[in-house]
């Protein structure tokens, strides 16, 4: 692991991809097992987060994911009924992200050893955030498995957490948005995140660590929102807003989505660039203020804006394109729904992304 | 983990099937959440090991589960490509003995840090097994946790891996398989398993590591197959049988079918029970023979009948309950798709399951 530990996060983006992209591969060659039969994969959704199935007239979606290195920060803290969110969010939001309205999630816990009180706690915060965001639980396995599980040393019990979530494609949408249909001129409507959602743990900890040391998350939280959060192991669980449903109010408006980009790991510009189709480009030059707690870290951990914003969301959970006579509307939607909601830039026909960040800017290609 | 320490598996089966149950009643809560919508959950399935879903007038299954301590034996062995088999035969199995056909699988692979052979190697037999099944892998996520994974310290790489699998009912069928319609008189057939599929392993483990120490795996096999098996590693990471072809193909015949028993974690009884409804018992006096290396670990391990048949299948991976006139049609069929099939036994009035096994009985009330 020579190569990746010059990275500030401790392992390679790069090396992931390449692993991703043959796993993709090995399984796209499977996808003639069930040709003109239930459960046929749609072949378009090439490199999106989630898969097109379809049986007979439905139209699904089906995505997976896990809330990875966030779970440390729950152990440290001995609190796990927020972590439902992040479960549901990383799917779900995948999901709606390509048009398909979460209806089902089948959850996998692997544990050390097991501790019914913990997974009990985890199940009723999973179980309020379903009821957020309106689907069924309706699959679950928890599994033993010793030392195949680590974690932080003084938790009651150590865990991995993923599932695997199911979708219906929005009646409105004739198929599954990718940004194909976007167009030079259209706006981007930003939505808030008031966490780090799931992702970019691994550098924020070591972050932390370095500052602070082992028990980092007992650390006063001293960023600009102090008022809630005591400590910086309790700035760090604040759970992921989930957006599907504030989604799926636009598509039941019948206002025009022409791509949304769910922003998880590799941050912003990576993240929205899988939406940028034909050739287009972006000018965000209105994103959300950087979390305060990404802000502080920044500040106190010598972070440079680049590496922040290749990690973390930086505030922005997700981008929709919408077209510029909607886009009021969009974002009043959302209002309405109870987000965070603004007009954060514009389509350009030329390629590359621009971020406006502070008073500098961010480029990428 | 002092009460847990006592059975011989060194986990305790009554606190994770407490765990489970009090995690299944957290997700039924959540089953409203989708009545009258896509998604909406059939709740006649209570204790399934799959659960059925409903989209319009498609009715699907689905399915989720991992593939344990057994990933130890291949960190060991060095060797990837057969855990693809271990991994859909535990979901796809589960589902067809609710008869429902497997059509997808998206997989979730934990790391602690990734090597890209090791994953290769992985979803090469993953398609090789989904070809086999039949099935689409429409989803997939790879996840590197670092400390959050372990396993055998010698391996290129630790990892968990997991999956999620749907399937349609088989269109034969007006409800899924679950032994309500099977009556005393109705046969049982046995499919044999060549392996110890993906149970049973954290008991094979220890009594292999009592006998033969840190590095059991290369100690020589000496059950009665060992023309096949080089070293206790090699018997122990034989992939699972997928059973599922084999069972669909009998509902294309139309077959009458009255329940299924995928037999894993538990052992024969155990999942057979789960299938008898209405008060029946079963008298099981033609099984398979035990699986050479489970016997043979049975001997040099001094362990006694009732504890193998409590953690391994013995030599019986599926148990299809029958009509008496029906049964030779059905192992006839199983033989020519392949699989070993045999009458085993038949269903009683009586409550209660009894086992023959060599010259002696096993009881379970």
Known sequence: MSASSANPAGYSIEEGNAASRNAYNWSKKTFANRTGKPGEPAQDLDGGFSNEIRFG??????????IGTKIEVAERLN??????????????DDLIAAGFVPTNLSNIIDVNHLDYGVVDEMMRGLHDAANFAQLAITGGEIAELGNRIGGWPGAKMNFNWCSTAIGVLHPSLAQPLSGKTAQAGHVVVALRSPSFRSNGYSLARKTLERLFGENWHEAPYDGTDADQYATWGEAMLAPSLIYAPGVATLLDAGLPLHGVAHITGGGVADNFQRVLKNGLGAVLDNLFEPLPAMQRLCEIGDLSSETAYLYW?????MLIVTEETSAAAVVASLQQSGYDAQVAGYLTAESGVMLRVGTGELRYA
């Open 57 to 66: 007239a439905e139209r699904l979606g089906i995505s997976s994911d896990g």
């Open 79 to 92: 609190k796990y009924d927020t972590l439902g969110y992040d479960l549901i969010a990383m799917t779900a």
């Open 313 to 317: 969301n930086m505030g922005t959970g």
